[in-house]
């Protein structure tokens, strides 16, 4: 039987679908990345502020390195990947467990791992795409996250109502997404296409979009978009913030 289950902790406040008997995994899975990663912190504040690529010490945690790996790929500050990596723990941890199924929403970047068909609601802000949703077909972990200029707390420079990556890795994903999302710098459709022409190149990206200014541009492989049932509950709710995000489910 699957649950859907909300977990909040610090800064995180997560949608958690899995069966029953794994969440206390999921949730353990993303504490324990929450600790590394303000241990981390603590002995590096950089990590934590930079807005630029930085690089941490050979001996750091691995999913810091992970981190700081994915934000140099995109050219951003390491802190870009911090929902992905905790959403990614929190589902391998699942995967560890036994699991075969566990989607975690953290504020709109997902990690998946899926044994059958995932629908995964469109939320940008604007009405027009809000009938939309992504048909993820049965595939092992990967992570689908986005960004937003005009739509929930995203620290961004652009004005993208949504900017999605895939990745095999979420932490990939998420940097990714914010590197999207800056570079969607106004709504006309050359700097749409310019964008996902950039952040399609960076290796490991699987396929992106940006939605802006009633607007979207399409780069590499997405899974297909499909009609959404009205049923469809498109977005974590975050208590923390008492606000609706830009993202999915």
Known sequence: MISRRHFEMGQTAATVLCEERYYEAAATGMAEARQIIEAHILQDPVFAMTLEPHEVAAEAAPLVRNMAAAAGRAGVGPMAAVAGAVSQAGVAAVERAGGEYCVIDNGGDLCLLLDREQLVGLYCGDERFSHLAF???PRGRFGMCTSSGTVGPSISFGVADAAIVVAEDACLADACATRLGNEVTDTQEATLRRAVQIVAAIKGVEGCMAIAGGRIAIKGQLPEFVEAPPSLDKVSRSR??????????
């Open 135 to 137: 048909r993820c077909p």
């Open 240 to 249: 923390l913030q008492g606000q609706k995000m830009s993202g999915f489910l």
